[in-house]
């Protein structure tokens, strides 16, 4: 503090005497140390709590590899987040020192909301805890200081009108006033808005594209898409209501785990797309023939049936692509298959990306990396999210038949039942018997009919009853 003012004295005394008192304003010298205090403030940086994925609306502190008071450098990871699907390391953007946490390990936050502070230099610590301290007390306490916060910034803009005490990001705002989205930055750079004067609406006052362009004067346009996705909200409105029904004598209720949540989010989502499944039974004599002798090599039998729809998918694309807006198709450059997965407290899609681009052994490679990271909840989010058809595959529980649910943002899904011993009749009427198995397939009825589903599993079942395609 008793140093800020030492530049401005400087400054002023390569002036003449009479120059000096003409050129400071009545009331300067109360306001340069209140300079000096933005100065200090904006070395205090906040760790934001980090979207890590698209559905992902709140993570979860698993633990901090940084505690209070460590020296950390741009580029290191001081946090592990929970999110809906995995388990990441959080990197921080800035040199400087961890001065408070502010979401402690096994507490939740909101995504956009500050889990800690960072201060750039050691004197800058003490303010941090200060800072922490009023962020700590709830916004009641906020309300009351942010006139005394908004006093301190020279900069700052007029008293807010009567309606915006009373709002929730009002007060918070104070504090964390000119934090903006990159997407933010983006669209206040391309109207040039000033950050300054916008007050943000997101979480702990964070500035929005919304905010950037209410403030440029820019009308909202409707989206299409809007109207598509107000079938789901109708439908999870379902879900609440299962909670006001009497409790079970003796039941114990358990919430879901984050990664619960998403999926039962997401395939409530699913109910507001109209699907249709498709049946086909295929002989796999010779494909578990081709198991046998690839087992050995670590081939599994999950990766020989994603190579195979790989291959069928590169002939009907159709299959491959998705409907986005309710309006159009969606063909996509590459054949990602996701293969569901059940894990401890859930269940998650790791995606062989370009399958039919490599042999069955690179991609058995692929998978045994995939499921060793699923299982560790580590997985990164394109190695999750980048599915563009999924397999599910219960056959080796014994499952004959089943229906799998479509993921959101895919054209279809494939369920795989066991493959049983079948009494066959041939052409010529003679009986024999061999080994089959049922797939059915789930598909988005908007871009994807039945002619091509019937198409899609024909060519599948080809594959499948004369595998030696799936070693080349």
């Known amino acids: 503090m008793a140093t800020a003012p030492a530049p401005l004295s400087l400054s002023a005394s390569t002036l003449p005497a009479r120059l000096r008192a003409a050129a400071v304003p009545a009331g300067a010298r109360g306001r340069q140390p209140r300079r000096g205090r933005m100065v200090v403030r904006a070395k205090i940086r906040e760790i934001f709590m980090p979207a890590l994925s698209s559905t992902m609306t709140e993570g979860k502190i698993v633990s901090w590899s940084a505690a209070e008071g460590d020296r950390v450098a741009k580029g290191d990871a001081v946090v592990v987040v929970e999110s809906d699907k995995a388990d990441m390391d959080v990197e921080t953007f800035h040199d400087g020192i961890v001065a408070a946490v502010l979401v402690q390990a096994g ?90 004067k916008v007050t943000g609406t997101g979480p702990y006052g964070r500035i929005t594209p919304e905010d950037i362009e209410a403030a440029a004067g820019i009308q909202p346009k409707p989206k299409p898409a809007a109207v598509a996705a107000a079938s789901p909200p109708v439908a999870a409105a379902a879900v609440p209501q299962a909670a006001v029904l009497p409790p079970v004598p003796g039941a114990t209720v358990v919430p879901f785990t984050t990664m619960q949540a998403a999926v039962s989010k997401n395939m409530v989502e699913s109910l507001a797309v109209p699907t249709f499944r498709v049946g086909y039974p295929i002989v796999t004599d010779k494909l578990d023939e081709l198991y046998e002798k690839v087992k050995p090599k670590g081939v599994t039998m999950t990766v020989l049936l994603a190579k195979a729809a790989a291959m069928a998918l590169a002939q009907h694309p159709v299959v491959n692509a ?35 681009k490599l042999d069955i052994y690179l991609l058995s490679q692929n998978w045994k990396d995939l499921v060793k990271k699923a299982r560790a909840k580590q997985l990164q989010p394109n190695e999750y999210s980048s599915g563009t058809f999924t397999l599910s595959n219960l056959g080796m529980f014994g499952v004959d038949r089943f229906d799998a649910i479509l993921p959101p943002g895919q054209g279809a899904i494939m369920a795989v039942g066991a493959s049983k011993p079948t009494v066959v009749a041939d052409k010529d009427g003679f009986f024999s018997v061999k080994s089959k198995m049922l797939v059915n397939v789930t598909a988005d009825h908007r871009i994807v009919y039945g002619a091509d589903l019937a198409a899609f599993l024909q060519t599948f079942a080809k594959i499948i009853e004369d595998p030696e395609s799936l070693t080349l």
């Open 107 to 196: 507490e939740s936050a909101p995504v956009g909301a500050p889990i800690a502070l960072l201060a750039e230099s050691e004197e800058e610590v003490p303010i941090a805890l200060a800072k922490a301290k009023e962020l700590s007390n709830g916004q009641p306490q906020q309300a009351a200081a942010a006139p005394a916060l908004a006093e301190d910034a020279a900069a700052a803009t007029p008293p807010p009108p009567p309606p915006t005490p009373a709002a929730a990001p009002a007060p918070v705002a104070a504090g964390t006033k000119g934090i903006a989205s990159p997407q933010a930055k983006k669209l206040a750079k391309q109207h040039r808005v000033d950050l300054a």
């Open 322 to 356: 998705s409907c986005r807006d309710g309006k159009s198709f969606t063909y996509n450059s590459n054949i990602n298959i996701a293969v569901a997965v059940a894990i401890d407290g859930g269940l998650i899609t790791p995606v062989l990306q370009d399958a039919d």
